[in-house]
């Protein structure tokens, strides 16, 4: 099982920038397909951005699509989210998460962290 830790999370004006971290305690990071979700007030936990163990494949939510890049360093068993021409839409708590099955990059997530908190102004 494999531990995540969010931060980077923080208040920005729309339009800003912010870079959201997640550090992975245990082993073999670089086996875990990892991921971001996203959970605004009020509603359900959507996927935002995925990642496959080498960093080569990625996917992403169609609206965070051209914003966001996920990224990984699996030498420091990290894993980024960069996200710019932040909205105020985009304000909400995000988590990291991991798998090792295969299979849909946006579904059966079983490691998750606690979540960091993203804030954006208009």
């Known amino acids: 099982q494999v531990q995540l830790v969010e931060s980077g999370g923080g208040l920005v004006q729309a339009g800003g920038s912010l870079r959201l971290s997640c550090a992975a305690s245990?082993?073999?990071?670089?086996?875990?397909?990892m991921a971001w979700f996203r959970q605004a007030p009020g509603k359900e936990r959507d996927f935002v951005a995925a990642?496959?163990?080498?960093?080569?494949?990625?996917d992403y939510a169609d609206s965070v699509k051209g914003r966001f890049t996920i990224s990984r360093d699996n030498a420091q068993n990290t894993l980024y989210l960069q996200m710019n021409s932040l909205k105020p839409e985009d304000r909400a708590v995000y988590y990291c998460?991991?798998?090792?099955?295969?299979?849909?990059?946006?579904?059966?997530?079983?490691?998750w962290g606690q979540g960091t908190q993203v804030t954006v102004s208009s």
């Open positions: 990642v496959n163990w080498s960093g080569e494949r990625t």
């Open positions: 998460a991991a798998k090792v099955s295969l299979g849909s990059f946006r579904e059966g997530f079983s490691s």
């Open positions: 245990g082993r073999s990071f670089s086996r875990y397909r």
